[in-house]
């Protein structure tokens, strides 16, 4: 695993933690994904939170950038594209906007189905049909073929921070707080 991946992975299982949610300022968020990036290293080099956070923003603005041109690219396809097709335009967008190559794919393949990178992406979104015996809608994911996102499907919601610490006693895992 490399440095970016395993801080990309350290940021999201931080601010995922239900139990803490947004009770933490700043520098203890960016204490936490510190402390859990230089737990799971490995042969990694020990960084400190001002290199993670640095890297961090500079990874994000990135990867923001990209996914601007990606929804750019999928709201601007032509019948018949392939994901191939619109991720080409979506680097081609990107090159234009910014002089130069989006040289962090990796980093977006692992943030695009999160709600805060999401955008458009194709591969993420979820087609909601009608049974028509029953007349409940189910979920499913989109085709390969089918490039529609459907807006009136709703996001599933996370577990709220109350929830997730009456959770976390019932199981006897509480953290103090």
């Given amino acids: 695993m490399d440095e970016d991946t395993l801080l990309i992975q350290s940021w999201l299982n931080v601010s995922k933690d239900s139990i803490i949610g947004v009770d933490q300022k700043a520098d203890g968020f960016w204490l936490r994904i510190a402390t859990n990036y230089n737990e799971y290293r490995g042969q990694l080099r020990e960084k400190t939170l001002s290199q993670l956070k640095s890297r961090w923003h500079r990874i ?79 979920s499913s994911p989109n085709t390969e073929t089918s490039y529609e996102i459907d807006s009136t499907s709703p996001m599933e919601r996370p577990m709220g921070q109350k929830a997730a610490k009456r959770m976390g006693k019932k199981n006897g895992q509480g953290k103090g707080g």
């Fill in 60 to 138: 994000n603005g990135f990867v923001q950038k990209f996914v601007g041109c990606y929804k750019q690219a999928v709201s601007g396809k032509k019948s018949g594209s392939s994901k191939k097709d619109i991720m080409i335009a979506a680097h081609a967008f990107y090159s234009q906007d910014t002089g130069g190559p989006f040289n962090d794919e990796y980093a977006w393949r692992l943030l695009k189905c999160e709600p805060k990178w999401m955008g458009a992406s194709i591969e993420c979104s979820s087609k909601r049909t009608k049974n028509s015996t029953s007349g409940a809608y189910s």
